[in-house]
Structures are given as structure tokens and as C-alpha cells.
């Protein structure tokens, strides 16, 4: 048996699920608010490409956001999300892919940055039930309390994350014959590092020349 784990924003999909929803949720608010919001997810994004973000600091923002809105409010609006910005977007090629791991047997899990709320729908769309993300904290109402629970689902925290779960289902890595773990960014050189199959994925001009340097795979699903 097999694991395949595969990076979300920019590998399974051609945006950045976080990016995407920060600026749909922004056109929502109040437009004295807009701009000052809108400038500190370019900035992110900016981090993000460098390769030189703040978990922290980005998850402070993000996970910040949806604490100012009811938990009802977000959810309407992120079905709308899913609707006009997600779905149209979602290519035969990522499915593809995915289904060919599924119809092999392997397990197949999404790993990404991005937390919970955002992606759990995403995952779905995609056929892929496992999701490790980080995780909103929510109150005994069900609502977000703008901060996070555990170790970010991000850099180092991916290769964590992942031994956390296959602990949890009484596993390592080293049950399964192959590891393969698809990414497009130099953020996730750490779980790149540790998986059998590290294979680059739309890959950024940072990683791609990792990736020459390394012989690893480089694969492209989006035209």
C-alpha cells in the first residue's frame, strides 16, 4: 500500500484557497475596512512566495477573520465561495490524478496551510476525505475564537502533522511501500524531504530548480 499526500493552493488547484477567500470575504465588508484588509493579504502572499511568512503572524489575520463574523454568516458565505470561485476552477487533470492513487488503493490525504473552514468543503469537491489543516479553535457555540489549535499545518508542522495522523491510525511511514507527497512551493521542502516520492507539482521557479538539483519529479496540471 501507498500514501499519497497532496499540497492544496497552487498544486490541486491553480489559486491560493486563502488568498481567494480573504478577497471574497473582504468584498463583504464594510468598505472603510476594505483596503487596510486587502493590503495585509497581498503582504502575506508576498511572505508567502518568498518563502519567508510568519505562521503566526499570517494565522493571526486568517483564522482573526473569521472570528468577526457569525459562524452562520461565513458558512453562507463560503458556499457561495465554493460556488463562483471554487468549483469552476477545479480541472480533470487534479482529478485525475487523485483517482488514480484512489483506484491503485493508496490513501490519499490533502495537507495544507490553509485552515479547516476554508478547505474541509474543498477536500470533498476533490473526492479526497482526509484533510490535515490547521484548525480553527471554536467556542462551546460553535463559533471561531480567531486563534488556532496545535502546531500549524505548515513547514515543519506538515511533516508533524502527518505523524501525528498515521499515529492516530496506528502507522508510520515505513508502512507503506511508497510516499508520495505533490507540492508546488519551497515552503513544504520539509515533508518533501521526508516522503520516498517527493514530486514537484506546478512547481515555483524556487522549487523547480530544487527539484532539478534533487532528480525529483516535476509534473504540471495546469495549462
Known amino acids: 500500500m501507498n500514501l499519497a499526500i497532496f499540497d492544496l493552493d497552487h498544486t490541486l488547484l491553480p489559486l491560493d484557497s486563502d488568498y481567494s477567500w480573504v478577497k471574497f470575504y473582504v468584498a463583504r465588508c464594510p468598505v472603510e475596512e476594505q483596503a487596510m484588509l486587502l493590503a495585509k493579504n497581498e503582504a502575506l502572499m508576498m511572505a508567502y512566495q518568498a518563502g519567508t511568512l510568519d505562521p503566526v503572524d499570517s494565522l493571526a489575520f486568517l483564522i482573526g477573520l473569521l472570528a468577526r463574523r457569525p459562524r452562520a454568516q461565513l458558512e453562507a458565505w463560503h458556499a457561495e465561495f465554493m460556488k463562483e470561485i471554487i468549483v469552476p476552477v477545479i480541472g480533470h ?79 508510520t511511514l515505513q508502512n507503506f511501500n511508497r510516499s508520495f507527497f505533490y507540492s508546488d512551493s519551497i515552503n513544504d521542502l ?11 507539482t506546478n512547481p515555483s521557479p524556487a522549487l523547480e530548480s530544487i527539484a532539478y538539483q534533487q532528480g525529483w519529479k516535476t509534473i504540471r496540471i495546469f495549462e
Not at 521526508?194 to 514530486?199: A, E, F, K, N
Open 93 to 171: 487533470a487534479a482529478l485525475a490524478l487523485i483517482k488514480h492513487h484512489q483506484d491503485a488503493g493508496d490513501v490519499t490525504l490533502i495537507s495544507t496551510a490553509t485552515n479547516s473552514f476554508v478547505t474541509r468543503p474543498i477536500a470533498q469537491a476533490l473526492g479526497i476525505r482526509t484533510l490535515i489543516a490547521t484548525e480553527p479553535q471554536e467556542n462551546t457555540g460553535r463559533e471561531f475564537t480567531g486563534h488556532w489549535l496545535g502546531i500549524p499545518n505548515f513547514g515543519p508542522g506538515k511533516v508533524t502533522r502527518v505523524q501525528q495522523w498515521l499515529r492516530e491510525h496506528g502507522k
Open 190 to 200: 520539509p515533508l518533501l524531504n521526508h516522503v520516498t516520492d517527493p514530486i514537484a
